[in-house]
């Protein structure tokens, strides 16, 4: 039966073990921003010998490149971008220590398996809802490579965030496959 | 001869970018409704409640419905009597430029290679047909990259007939599966070359959901692929339901007695256009 938790980064691994496929969450806290661009330029960054711009360890990253905030507004339309073409660094990034991500769509066998391996969580937010989404971002600040625009790496504040579990650490999967 | 100044183009262009990424259109509003009236999924239902939600907030906060706010795509008619005063496609590039600065729309576009931003979301995709008559009518929509990303061309071949163009229909849709936001637009380009398969595609986006095909053959076709489509059980956000699209829409044209080219272009919910006729 799934449920609705609220929840708070950064996430300790009891709080990736209570979640269950299907489960919704009201996420509250710090949130990582990060994208195509950024991902591959922060693992360059740590293979040089760089530090990571923030602590890495049960660190949530939210897969979004929001539109300019309009005077008055933290941030403008931020909902999630398809979390396949980040695949490709996943797995890295939950070794290192992240223990949540954020994005919409399937994610690739090798990130699931990952997902058991190092007690992780994938959260699915609504795609193209970035209006709504928006209102439950209360602050944003670039932290790191500014010059990538709209696809810098940013801290983001966010209260009651809703999300669902869509892979959990045990193998679950929400997704429906489609009937050929 | 009718004669239009362009600066009067990039005025145009710069107000349609900004409206057409923050109003979703009518019909698709409607169609996200009627959708969310039918889904017998729960989770699918409340994924509909949450877009048009996400439509009413995104007019009152004067927001871009969803953070990607596009490649430029439009398709203009020229008129063949209607003479342009200065280099249209500048001009509407300009128009792009300065309603993504002024609207605080995202700036989507970079170099293939570099991959470095160009930093105002030009160029601008341009498609222009001369048409007869003295009018300009200017199409835009503003195509995400997620979306665009689970298309597909297929070059069938006659022995794969019309099964074959349903089968990969089917299969490009049932493998984007949750990826292309839907439930979104399904547009089908079947014939012509490899060049314009895809172009078909592209322009059946363009179509209202209650536009009819003039074609009865085509109609058909449109229908049952429709049905097809939802069947498939993936549902809104990929959470299984009946609502995989709210809408289904081919162009065809002749190709060549040793072809059957297939393009399948798909559109997320977010199915943004406007147009304007000068």
């Known amino acids: 039966m799934s449920q609705e938790i609220k929840l708070s980064t950064p996430f300790q691994e009891e709080d990736v073990l209570k979640l269950r496929t299907g489960d919704k969450v009201l996420l509250s806290g710090r949130i990582y921003a990060a994208r195509d661009a950024a991902h591959k330029r922060l693992l360059q960054d740590l ?45 890295r990034m939950h070794v290192l220590g992240i223990k949540a991500t954020i994005g919409k769509g399937r994610r690739s066998e090798e ?70 | 001869m009718r004669s239009i100044d362009v ?18 259109p009518r019909d698709v509003f409607a169609a996200l409704r009627k959708a969310r009236e039918n889904e017998d999924n729960p989770s699918g239902r409340e994924i509909l409640g949450q877009l048009l939600e996400n439509a009413r907030l995104a007019r009152e906060m004067n927001l871009p419905l969803c953070q990607d706010t596009g490649l430029a795509v439009f398709f203009v008619e020229m008129g063949q009597e209607c003479r342009l005063r200065g280099d249209l496609y500048q001009a509407i590039n300009d128009g792009v430029s300065q309603g993504y600065a002024q609207g605080y729309l995202r700036k989507s576009v970079c ?32 195509k995400g990259g997620g979306s665009e990303n689970m298309s597909g061309l297929a070059m069938l071949t006659p022995s794969h007939g019309l099964e074959g163009v349903k089968e990969f229909v089917l299969q490009r849709v049932a493998v984007a599966g949750p990826n292309p936001c839907p439930p979104g637009i399904i547009g089908i380009g079947i014939g012509g070359s490899f060049d314009q398969a ?57 190709c060549h007695i040793a072809s059957l080219p297939v393009a399948v272009n798909i559109q997320c919910h977010a199915a943004r256009h406007k147009e304007v006729s000068l």
């Open chain 2, 198 to 254: 895809p172009l078909l595609a592209k322009k059946a986006l363009f179509r209202s959901l209650d536009d009819i095909h003039q074609d009865q053959e085509v109609r058909d076709l449109e229908a049952e692929l429709f049905e097809s489509v939802n069947s498939l059980g993936i549902g809104p956000m990929g959470m299984g339901g009946k609502t995989t699209c709210l809408g289904l829409k081919i162009e065809t044209a002749p």
């Open chain 1, 111 to 180: 990130v699931r398996r990952v997902l058991r391996e190092q007690k992780a969580v994938y959260l699915g937010a609504t795609g193209g809802a970035g209006a709504l989404l928006s209102r439950c971002i209360t602050g944003s600040r670039v932290l790191a490579y500014q010059d990538l625009d709209t696809e810098a790496i940013r801290e983001l504040e966010v209260q009651d965030f809703p999300l669902l579990v869509v892979n959990d650490a045990y193998g679950g999967e929400l997704y429906a496959t489609a009937r050929l």
């Open chain 2, 7 to 24: 600066r009067e183009v990039t005025g145009q262009v710069a107000r349609m970018v900004v409206e057409a990424n923050i109003g979703l």
């Open chain 2, 111 to 142: 170099n293939p290679l570099s991959r470095k931003n160009t930093g105002d979301n030009t160029p601008a995709s341009i498609h222009l047909d001369l048409v007869p008559g003295d009018r300009l009518k200017i199409r835009f929509m503003p």
């Open chain 1, 47 to 91: 293979d040089q010998g760089m530090e990571a711009p923030f602590n890495l360890q049960g660190a949530v990253l939210y897969y979004v490149g929001p539109t300019p905030a309009p005077p008055g507004r933290v941030i403008g339309s931020a909902g999630p971008t398809t979390s396949s073409r980040m695949d490709a660094y996943t797995p």
